[in-house]
């Protein structure tokens, strides 16, 4: 993976929010270094949608879990942009005309409108394929080849049909007239909440979690994605909607603002009562979800 200084991002003496920092900053130029091995229009594509922007949401999350339990942050990096690759991919793919059809994302021209459908298909395709080979690639101690093996394979299930896929195709199919909560939560938990419990089940394997730690994050990961997406979901209803744009699922449109705000805190509240009632401390899982109490 290269010569990386990382031992800094887990000084003491660094604030929260100055580690958060140095985290993105580590992950944006690994990101960088991975997606310079070619300057084929395929990796110029690449580069468009992975570089352009981004909180890095998924990944900073698989490190902060990490850093709750016995942070490696070398062992740890390549499966964080791992999870950033496979978020990328999907956003590629969201935005195809066959999809919602969007023209811009992060202030930019999507992948599609800057280099034409069949590149950006092909764009998504080679970063959710490159993001399995950078965690099949790398290297960790003998200890944790087991969880390395289990962390691929949860990945994959959870980015896959069964997860963020068949999230998208409850998202595409989805009848607002017979909404539930029931039914939008299984749709919220799968489209956004499957790839964030991915980031977190991550970086708690590989940092070592015991099976009590394991569950707490997984708790939290779920809580964490329903929360991610509601509050996108407040955003988007406050927006004027594009012209001729089908209205999909969304929370805040189903059940009114006021309802999905208490919402989001239920469930930004009941993630950090999971890490607290499993005995996580995790000061940097907590500060993530409490971005995004933040407007």
Same mark, same amino acid.
């Given at each position: 993976? !290269?010569? %990386?200084?990382?031992?800094?991002?887990?000084?003491?003496? *660094?604030?929260?929010?100055?580690?958060?920092?140095?985290?993105?900053?580590?992950?944006? =130029?690994?990101?960088?270094?991975?997606?310079?091995?070619?300057?084929?229009?395929?990796?110029?594509? *690449? =580069?468009?949608?992975?570089?352009?922007?981004?909180?890095?949401?998924?990944?900073?999350?698989?490190?902060?879990?990490?850093?709750?339990?016995?942070?490696?942050?070398?062992?740890?990096?390549?499966?964080?942009?791992?999870?950033?690759?496979?978020?990328?991919?999907?956003?590629?793919?969201?935005?195809?005309?066959?999809?919602?059809?969007?023209?811009? =994302?992060? !202030?930019?021209?999507?992948?599609?409108?800057?280099?034409? &459908?069949?590149?950006?298909?092909?764009? !998504?395709? $080679?970063?959710?394929?490159?993001?399995?080979?950078? *965690? +099949?690639?790398?290297?960790?101690?003998?200890?944790?080849?087991?969880?390395?093996?289990?962390?691929?394979? &949860?990945?994959?299930? #959870?980015?896959?049909? @069964?997860?963020?896929?068949?999230?998208?195709?409850?998202?595409?199919?989805?009848? +607002?007239?017979?909404?539930?909560?029931?039914?939008?939560? @299984?749709?919220? %938990?799968?489209?956004?909440?499957?790839?964030?419990?991915?980031?977190?089940?991550? !970086?708690a394997l590989l940092g070592g979690a015991s099976s009590a730690g394991l569950k707490a994050v997984t708790a939290f990961g779920e809580n964490l994605g329903l929360a991610f997406q509601v509050r996108d979901d407040i955003y988007d209803a406050a927006e004027k909607p594009k012209k001729g744009a089908p209205a999909g699922p969304n929370y805040a449109r189903?059940?009114?603002?006021?309802?999905?705000?208490?919402?989001?805190?239920?469930?930004?509240?009941?993630? #950090?009562?999971? %890490? @607290?009632?499993?005995?996580?401390? $995790?000061?940097?899982?907590?500060?993530?979800?409490?971005?995004?109490?933040?407007?």
């Amino acid at each position: 993976m !290269g010569t %990386l200084c990382l031992v800094p991002l887990f000084d003491n003496i *660094m604030t929260i929010e100055q580690r958060l920092d140095r985290f993105k900053k580590t992950v944006d =130029r690994e990101l960088e270094r991975v997606l310079s091995r070619s300057n084929t229009i395929l990796f110029q594509a *690449m =580069r468009h949608s992975v570089l352009g922007g981004g909180k890095r949401f998924r990944p900073l999350l698989c490190l902060a879990a990490a850093d709750a339990f016995a942070p490696e942050p070398a062992v740890i990096l390549p499966f964080a942009c791992a999870v950033e690759l496979i978020h990328s991919y999907s956003l590629i793919h969201d935005d195809l005309p066959c999809m919602d059809d969007d023209d811009v =994302r992060r !202030g930019r021209p999507t992948c599609h409108k800057e280099f034409g &459908e069949d590149v950006a298909l092909l764009a !998504g395709d $080679g970063l959710l394929t490159l993001a399995f080979e950078l *965690m +099949a690639r790398a290297e960790v101690p003998r200890r944790l080849l087991t969880r390395k093996i289990q962390v691929i394979g &949860e990945t994959a299930e #959870l980015a896959g049909a @069964e997860g963020m896929i068949g999230g998208q195709l409850l998202d595409i199919t989805f009848s +607002a007239e017979n909404a539930t909560e029931a039914s939008l939560g @299984e749709l919220m %938990l799968k489209k956004t909440g499957a790839l964030i419990t991915a980031s977190v089940r991550a !970086g708690a394997l590989l940092g070592g979690a015991s099976s009590a730690g394991l569950k707490a994050v997984t708790a939290f990961g779920e809580n964490l994605g329903l929360a991610f997406q509601v509050r996108d979901d407040i955003y988007d209803a406050a927006e004027k909607p594009k012209k001729g744009a089908p209205a999909g699922p969304n929370y805040a449109r189903v059940f009114g603002a006021d309802r999905a705000r208490d919402h989001l805190r239920h469930f930004v509240e009941a993630g #950090l009562e999971a %890490l @607290e009632t499993g005995g996580v401390k $995790g000061p940097l899982l907590r500060r993530l979800a409490g971005r995004l109490l933040e407007k």
